[in-house]
């Protein structure tokens, strides 16, 4: 499957929304989990910490993945202060995003001329994003999602934990199980964003 084929999987899988977890948590409710964040307290990550996040991020992921065909997505805010080689590596390429995706983004792009868009596809393995995984964990590219078009699962990460999308109650209901230590326990930190206007996106049986 090439990286147009996925895409227009992704299109159809979440209603033309963009790959951002926090706007997918209002859209697609039904089917969304999270992982914990590592830590409490406002003090800077040490070193440590953010191989732990990392890990966390590749053994989730690797639940969901493992020997499945997966699109990679990213948005660079503004490349040029990025970690952007680890992308180029797996041979991430510009993609012209959808006129949906840039509607709903909105003021998420401070500024549109400077965003990149860029997508590749792989065969998932164990490990396979592991210098990807420590540059999010250091909040040091903009937002990542992996998508699988043939389960319709997402896996979007962020510095502190990562946002999950797990169709089919059964499947979601062992993830919790596996990784129930890393699931919250809590409401999410900080100001609830104000959901979009309109329906909900339900679970496809």
Do not use: N
């Not at 990213?74 to 949906?100: C, F, M, V, W």
């Not at 995706?101 to 792989?122: C, H, M, N, Q």
């Amino acid at each position: 499957m090439d990286v147009h084929e996925a895409l227009d999987a992704w299109q159809a899988q979440y209603s033309g929304q963009p790959p951002v977890g926090f706007m997918l948590r209002f859209t697609h409710e039904a089917v969304w989990t999270r992982v914990h964040y590592l830590r409490e307290g406002m003090e800077p990550a040490t070193a440590e910490e953010d191989q732990k996040t990392a890990a966390r991020f590749d053994s989730v992921a690797s639940s969901l993945f493992i020997g499945t065909t997966v699109l990679v997505l990213a948005i660079h805010l503004d490349p040029r202060r990025e970690a952007t080689a680890d992308l180029q590596a797996l041979g991430a390429k510009p993609i012209t995003p959808p006129e949906s995706w840039i509607k709903a983004l909105g003021e998420y792009l401070p500024d549109p001329s400077r965003a990149e868009f860029v997508a590749a596809t792989l065969s998932w393995q164990r490990g396979c994003l592991d210098r990807l995984w420590l540059s999010v964990a250091r909040d040091l590219i903009g937002r990542i999602a992996v998508f699988c078009p043939a389960t319709g699962d997402a896996f979007c990460p962020y510095g502190g934990g990562a946002d999950l999308f797990v169709w089919g109650s059964e499947r979601r209901s062992k993830l919790g199980e596996r990784f129930r230590a890393w699931l919250p326990s809590t409401k999410i930190p900080g100001a609830v964003p104000q959901r979009p206007a309109g329906d909900m996106v339900a679970e496809r049986r």
